[in-house]
């Protein structure tokens, strides 16, 4: 279950915001999309989720084109969460991950019984929401709230998860539950994960795959292990980073200072 | 503490929403009863029975089956069709102040409505089909004005303030010149249900019925909606075409309404909001809920428009909004 994208290129109101990008995302592997502001990371995950169509080059899912397959049998294979999502106040945790049934059913055909029900328990249960379920979206904690909202997406079954920053406004230890359980569903369930991160540390940790966008284009693409050095760093952020290995022996970044100059030429 | 209760508060959730939404049921049989019984003839219940079976052939039968039982039939529509149709744009729309106004029914109801009664005047019985008209001609403006690759709802509300605007001179600029027979004008503009029967019968129930059945048919797209563009899409949702068809669907509603009685306002605004206030926000509960207490608050107000200052008669329109404004805050104040 393989997500790329050949020659593919944005234009927003004339700014170009993709140029030229041929990536190919791994089936179940977790991939983390970073880089700077600006550098059209969001607009990627857009495209690559189907929710933008206007855009030059193809992307295609498993070979196939992503605007020829209906908009409902894409949601079957790929759930996206965007940022910034909010619910109805009297939600409760079990009707939003009901709505993650959604694709599955159609104008007259309300309810497949068994199977939704089954995909929206498998939902709460990894995400640690089986209590929860009765609770109002709205009165949950900043983490609570994520999870239910990653719990919807995967009520949809989806073989593909793409997420957009989701760890933002996050503790710490919030933070870190979010990133195990997407690591448990790429373990248990082969799940494809594609996320846009800004903590580049997550990213080393979590990430299985960086994809690095600089001037809406792709920088480098690789494990970790490979791609991540001081000059990749000073380069493509404009910071001069120290690198560590933490206890587990993986690459911890910690940012020393702006690289002199790098700061302006970004910008631009 | 939330967490002790709420192991079984899906259920209660549920048993809550059949119980509220079996009391507005209630609520609209009484309103519609009371609307039959009230008036400068009271009429018992057991009468009104007899008369609607057609077994009966006292006095009162042709008073129930020419006069009261029309009215409130309209009456009762005209509150379903009215509540339905602001309940669906609130959710299309994302808006809290979306309702048949915003998308120029009223402007244009209203400016082919007058132009008709005050310029030709012996052509009353072209009102409602020439406000039909006036009314769905605004909203497929607004609707045009609004487009650009797709819809967005703050360009369609935009888009109706300026059309009504420029409507409402239209309005204003009539009443104006022909000042000497603005009285009719001046009670169609309130909206009131004087002298309704069959006939506006016949030009309701069709609407109602599709409107109501369609609107029902979306409810879980609309549920789906509230989550937000990025997510309804994300979950398969055609949000443009449902924004499309649940708009259009909106309009005919509140059209067919608006023709008939005149711009009744407050029940497309109010009524949808006190029924989420009640009810909450999952739209296969709270359809339903908005029409039975559209039907319910329009017959009830009637009633009493109709009886408190016998022999005068207030039009329903003055009546629903100074008794619904206060009560409706009343719900926002314990509410929020």
Not at chain 2, 146 to 161: E, Q, S, T, Y
């Amino acid at each position: 279950m393989a997500l790329e994208t050949r020659a593919l290129g944005v234009s927003i109101r004339g700014k170009e915001i993709l140029h030229n990008v041929s990536i190919c995302f791994p089936g179940n592997k977790r991939t983390a999309i970073i880089g700077p502001n600006g550098a059209g990371k969001s607009t990627l995950l857009r495209i690559l989720a189907g929710l933008e169509h206007n855009y030059e080059g193809k992307v295609l899912l498993d070979g196939q084109e992503l605007c020829g397959i209906g908009r409902k049998a894409l949601s079957r294979r790929l759930a996206i969460l965007p940022q910034g999502m909010t619910a109805p106040a009297d939600i409760t945790v079990e009707r939003l991950v009901d709505y993650g049934r959604f694709p599955y059913r159609s104008w007259l055909h309300s309810s497949n019984g068994k199977a939704d029900r089954e995909a929206v328990e498998c939902a709460l249960r990894e995400t640690g929401l089986r209590h929860f379920r009765d609770r109002q979206v709205a009165e949950l904690s900043g983490g609570e709230r994520q999870r239910a909202w990653i719990a919807m997406a995967l009520a949809q079954q989806p073989e593909i998860l793409l997420l957009d920053e989701p760890t933002t406004y996050l503790d710490i230890a919030h933070q870190l539950e979010v990133m195990q359980i997407l690591t448990k569903l790429n373990r248990d369930y082969q799940m494809t994960v594609i996320m846009v991160l800004h903590d580049i540390n997550h990213a080393l940790q979590y990430a299985d795959e960086l994809v690095i966008l600089k001037n809406h284009g792709i920088f480098a693409q690789g494990t970790p292990e490979k791609i991540l050095t001081v000059d990749m760093v000073a380069s493509v952020f404009g910071v001069k980073a120290d690198i560590f290995l933490n206890s587990r022996g993986k690459a911890v970044l910690s940012p020393v200072s702006i690289v002199p100059g790098k700061k302006h030429e970004m910008i631009v | 503490m939330i967490g002790t209760i709420s192991q079984d508060r899906g259920t209660k959730t549920l048993k809550r929403q059949i119980c509220i939404l079996v009391i507005f049921a209630v609520l609209a049989c009484v309103g519609f009863i009371m609307s039959i019984m009230k008036g400068s003839v009271p009429i018992p219940v057991a009468e009104i029975g007899q008369a609607v079976m057609g077994n009966n052939a006292g006095m009162h039968e042709q008073i129930i089956m020419n006069i009261r039982l029309p009215r409130t039939i309209v009456a009762a529509l005209v509150g379903i069709n009215l509540a339905l149709s602001g309940a669906v744009l609130q959710a299309v729309m994302k808006n809290p102040l979306a309702d048949p106004h915003i998308i120029g029914i009223s402007s244009g109801a209203g400016l082919m409505g007058i132009m008709v009664m005050l310029v030709f005047p012996e052509h009353e019985y072209f009102v409602a089909p020439a406000a039909f008209l006036g009314a769905m001609g605004a909203a497929i403006c607004i609707y045009f004005l609004a487009w650009k690759n797709g819809i967005r709802p703050i360009r369609i509300i935009l888009a109706g303030v300026a059309v009504s605007a420029f409507l409402g001179a239209g309005i204003s600029a009539l009443l104006i010149f022909y000042s000497d027979r603005v009285h009719g004008a001046l009670m169609w503009m309130v909206g009131g249900l004087a002298a309704r029967s069959w006939p506006h019968v016949n030009i309701i129930y069709p609407y109602t019925l599709v409107g109501g059945l369609l609107t029902m048919l979306g409810a879980r797209h609309l549920n789906v909606l509230q989550l937000g563009d990025e997510v309804a899409k994300g979950l398969g949702l055609r949000v443009e075409l449902t924004r499309i068809i649940m708009t259009a669907v909106a309009a005919m509603l509140a059209a067919s309404a608006v023709s008939v009685v005149g711009l009744l306002g407050f029940v497309g605004l109010i009524v949808p909001h006190a029924a989420r206030l009640i009810i909450g926000t999952d739209y296969r509960c709270l359809l339903p809920a908005t029409a039975l207490l559209g039907a319910a608050v329009v017959t009830l107000s009637d009633t009493f428009a109709r009886t408190v200052f016998a022999p005068t008669e207030l039009p329903v329109g003055i009546f629903m909004a100074v008794l619904g404004a206060p009560f409706f805050l009343f719900l926002l104040r314990r509410e929020l």
